[in-house]
């Protein structure tokens, strides 16, 4: 999906962390760090929807559960929306059931990660979605 070579140069890969609560937000660019990320962020999923659809992001990184518009709402409606609908999809949620990650698969995310997310396994999803080099932290 990232395809962002101009030149000889790689442009930056846009991602948009979707989450009601800042210090998340702010703790997952922290964990990406080190790729030269271009991050945007929003507080929940209609203003998500919003933004990707403004800014068309490399990769969507959402919470499941926040207000107006869930995490499982917005992914289903970039899946349906024909200028994001191959925009690679990454849950993070509380909710440890089989259902919801059942959910997550019929929505269409691309990975579904649990909290607290584990910074290895968040790291390795992104730079295989992204296609991103091996970074030392």
């Known amino acids: 999906m990232n395809s962002n070579v101009t030149g000889g140069a790689r442009k930056a890969a846009k991602v948009l962390i979707v989450e ?3 210090t998340i937000t702010n703790l997952l660019q922290v964990y990406l760090m080190g790729w030269g ?7 929940n999923g209609a203003v998500g929807l919003k933004r990707a659809r403004e800014q068309k992001p490399d990769l969507i990184i959402s919470d499941v559960q926040m ?6 709402a917005l992914c289903a409606a970039i899946r349906g929306d024909p200028k994001l609908h191959d925009t690679p999809f990454m ?47």
Not at 37 to 43: E, K, Q, R, S
Not at 116 to 129: E, Q
């Open 20 to 22: 009601d609560t800042k």
């Open 37 to 43: 990320l271009d991050f945007m962020d929003a507080p």
């Open 67 to 72: 207000p107006e518009m869930d995490g499982f």
């Open 91 to 137: 849950l993070l949620t509380s909710l440890k059931d089989d259902a919801s990650r059942q959910k997550g698969k019929l929505v269409g995310a691309s990975a579904f990660l649990n909290k607290p997310v584990s910074v290895d396994d968040l790291r390795s999803k992104v730079r295989d979605i992204l296609k991103l080099p091996a970074t030392k932290y």
